[in-house]
């Protein structure tokens, strides 16, 4: 019906309560550890499996739009192959290009006219992002 508190019994609780606190804050502090090294790697999971935010796909997909471009330029002819060329990748002025390639200007429209109108039919699925490498000038 009584028990009697002794110094040791007092003694023993202070320590096992002291200890069981002691271990309370540790285990907190390894599980937000924890929670923080999750959260961290879901979000780079999230990140290399978005390929906006991706730097490898888009380098991937940068060479893959060059290479379709450039394999498009290459079917052009001889001519308007020249004018685009001079055009969209030295900048320069459909002036300029006449004076280079010793024809008119009308002349140099015309390839440019053409060159573009079978570049939108061969790319007609890339228009868009061929708009942006075209811009971009990349």
Sequence with gaps: DTITVGEQIQAF???AVYTRALNVLKHRD?????EAVVTEINQKR???YQPDSNDVVKRIEDREL?????EAINELPDKCKT???LSYLHDMKNKEIADTMGVSLRTV?????KALKFLRERLGYLNFMLVLFLLGKV
């Design 109 to 113: 429209e015309a390839h440019m006219y």
């Design 83 to 85: 004018v685009f060329r």
């Design 13 to 15: 609780l202070y320590r």
């Design 30 to 34: 390894i599980k937000n550890t924890y």
């Design 66 to 70: 060059r290479k379709e471009l450039s």
């Design 46 to 48: 999230i990140e290399f």
